[in-house]
Nanobody, 124 residues
Framework: VQLQASGGGLVQAGGSLKLSCLTSGRTSNSYTMAWFRQAPGKERDFIASIRWTGTNTRYTDSVKGRFTISRDNAKHTVFLQMNSLKPEDTAVYYC??????????????????WGQGTQVTVSS
């Protein structure tokens, strides 16, 4: 499977962006798709995850109520709608695919395929 992330950009605080992660190649309904982000000098942090089947989603506390992860199976795309953006949301955002057990889905090591990253910059 290959992943291609897009949709990043520069936005003012309080604004919105929608990221897309297009998947291609051999995928599986057992995959969990996730978004992570990494700010300069910091570790790569989990944001949200969703499986290709079912309705189960997970979010880190700092984005709950502001970010929404979704998928379009027909378009092989996973989205991250980001609202009420804050300067602290500034980072490179990565999409990832893997088959983690649910208790480990927050860890980057649980995912075997990564997109190239897309920069999100939120100005104050």
């Amino acid at each position: 499977v290959q992943l291609q992330a897009s949709g990043g950009g520069l936005v003012q605080a309080g604004g919105s962006l929608k990221l897309s992660c297009l998947t291609s190649g051999r995928t599986s309904n057992s995959y969990t798709m996730a978004w992570f982000r990494q700010a300069p000098g910091k570790e790569r942090d989990f944001i949200a995850s969703i499986r290709w089947t079912g309705t189960n989603t997970r979010y880190t506390d700092s984005v709950k109520g502001r970010f929404t992860i979704s998928r379009d199976n027909a378009k092989h795309t996973v989205f991250l709608q980001m609202n009420s953006l804050k300067p602290e949301d500034t980072a490179v955002y990565y999409c990832a695919a893997g088959t983690p057990i649910s208790s480990s889905s927050y860890y980057p090591e649980s995912y075997h395929t990564w997109g190239q990253g897309t920069q999100v910059t939120v100005s104050s």
